[in-house]
């Protein structure tokens, strides 16, 4: 489990998150809200991107609230932004390569055999530059590179955006087969709350920087029904 607790952060003197208590358990967690609720922001702080200035963020009992993003990684916890999350001059497979550069030749092969069963789009785009490739398939290979890691968290932040609902909605079911397959824990930060909310087993919302509903992402999604 990843637990924040009582997190003050922001970005030097601009306070965004007030008083923050969540956890990022198995299954997927929903942080949905406004814009400017400071969805991405705690996850950037949970991954070390953000100024923190007061509160902890709990990894497995060990505190990580000070230690540098790579070492974050290490721990398996991974976080992909909105944008800029593959290298657009390089191939599909350089990205992955990249992505698995501290594995064997056998670990890594393993692993992306995995990837590309979970995402079979990419066997055929494996020499294709990554900067070509449509706004689901960048997504699909920013989160494969994630997977070649083999993350335990996995934060996304805003997967969808500028997607074509059809688009959407197939990121949305692979998010969910990487819940179920992989039993990965996710953080799903989206503007599209519906989707969000029916791939997720629990939900957070955020207000002005603090959290104003955590449970069961079924009983959010009734409420805005």
Not at 13 to 36: M, Q, S
Not at 66 to 86: D, S, W
Not at 154 to 170: F, G, I, N, V, Y
């Amino acid at each position: 489990m990843l637990q924040v607790k009582g997190l003050n952060a922001g970005y030097k003197e601009l306070h965004i998150l007030f008083d923050v208590n969540t956890a990022i358990e198995d299954g997927i967690t929903a942080f949905v809200g406004p814009n400017g609720s400071g969805k991405s922001t705690l996850l950037k702080a949970i991954f070390g991107l953000a100024t923190v200035y007061s509160g902890r963020i709990i990894y497995d009992g060990m505190d990580i609230t000070r230690m540098k993003p790579y070492t974050r990684t290490r721990l398996g916890i991974t976080y992909l932004p909105q944008v800029n999350n593959i290298f657009s001059d390089l191939s599909v497979r350089e990205n992955l390569i990249i992505a698995g550069y501290t594995l064997d030749r056998s670990e890594f092969e393993d692993r992306l055999s995995t990837v590309m069963d979970i995402f079979p789009e990419l066997e055929r785009l494996k020499s294709r530059k990554a900067g070509v490739l449509s706004g689901g398939e960048k997504q699909f290979l920013a989160i494969s590179t994630a997977l070649i890691r083999k993350s335990e968290v996995l934060m996304l932040d805003e997967p969808t955006a500028h997607l074509s609902s059809k688009l959407a909605e197939k990121v949305f079911q692979r998010i969910a087969e990487l819940r179920d397959r992989l039993g990965l824990r996710i953080a799903l930060v989206e503007q599209n709350v519906r989707g969000a909310l029916e791939i997720s087993d629990r939900a957070n919302m955020l207000v002005g920087g603090r959290i104003v509903f955590e449970g069961d992402a079924s009983e959010l999604l009734e409420r805005i029904r």
